[in-house]
Nanobody, 115 residues
């Protein structure tokens, strides 16, 4: 099983980034996919969640209206489109695959929002 995040980087406040998470080694469409983030000195928090076929999505209040989670099951990839970024969005972003008792994590990608 492998989850590989990409797309992080340095962006100015108000800017946008799109994160990708490429999955392999498991039945992708059978798993919920989530994005989490962890800022320095803080606990890891759930950012967004999407069901296996994409019919259900959920977001943390802090990102509603700014972030959009989506998935392409043909490419085994989940995305996080992040718009109107704020300095407080700075964190390492992780993707997670979960289904019942099974859960897999990626290694994370750094997002820094700063002028």
């Amino acid at each position: 099983v492998q989850l590989v995040e990409s797309g992080g980087g340095l962006v100015q406040p108000g800017g946008s980034l799109r994160l990708s998470c490429a999955a392999s080694g498991f039945w992708f469409s059978g798993y919920y996919m989530s994005w989490y983030r962890q800022a320095p000195g803080k606990e890891r928090e759930l950012v967004a969640d999407i069901s296996g076929i994409g019919g259900f999505t959920a977001y943390a209040d802090s990102v509603k209206g700014r972030f959009t989670i989506s998935r392409d099951n043909a490419k085994n990839t989940v995305y996080l489109q992040m718009n109107s970024l704020k300095p407080e969005d700075t964190a390492v972003y992780y993707c997670k695959a979960h289904s019942g008792a099974y859960a897999y994590w990626g290694q994370g990608t750094q997002v820094t929002v700063s002028s």
